[in-house]
Nanobody, 126 residues
Framework: QLQLVESGGGLVQPGGSLTLSCASSGLSLNRYKVGWFRQAPGKEREGISC????????YFADSVKERFSISRDNVGGTVDLQMNSLKFEDTGRYYCAAIDTLYGSHCTGRDTYAYWGQGTQVTVSS
């Protein structure tokens, strides 16, 4: 059973940067497709990024494209979401999710996931 833990959230001013990390307890993320989602109060959950370990494909939602990037730290065993030029509307709870690439290796932006973390809060405020 894969257990995911997000870290790196916090309070940041508009225009600032944060890096979120998704780690798994026990199993390595190296064979998983990992996605990042966020949910703001009163809004639906939004899939914002994905990275596949199988074909190295990535996905970014239009709302974060050119500002966010995703990378895999094979040494630390994490998948990190680098968030730059943060805006008020980036505020929300951020979740990572994973699925074995046997069930889908390519990031499409409409991926389904089997495992979810508890999330980490990101607040963009002046």
């Amino acid at each position: 059973q894969l257990q995911l833990v997000e870290s790196g959230g916090g309070l940041v001013q508009p225009g600032g940067s944060l890096t979120l990390s998704c780690a798994s307890s026990g199993l390595s993320l190296n064979r998983y497709k990992v996605g990042w989602f966020r949910q703001a109060p009163g809004k639906e959950r939004e899939g914002i990024s994905c990275m596949s370990s199988a074909d190295y494909s990535t996905y970014f939602a239009d709302s974060v494209k050119e500002r966010f990037s995703i990378s895999r730290d094979n040494v630390g065993g994490t998948v990190d979401l680098q968030m730059n030029s943060l805006k008020f509307e980036d505020t929300g709870r951020y979740y990572c999710a994973a699925i074995d690439t046997l069930y889908g290796s390519h990031c499409t932006g409409r991926d389904t996931y089997a495992y979810w973390g508890q999330g980490t809060q990101v607040t963009v405020s002046s």
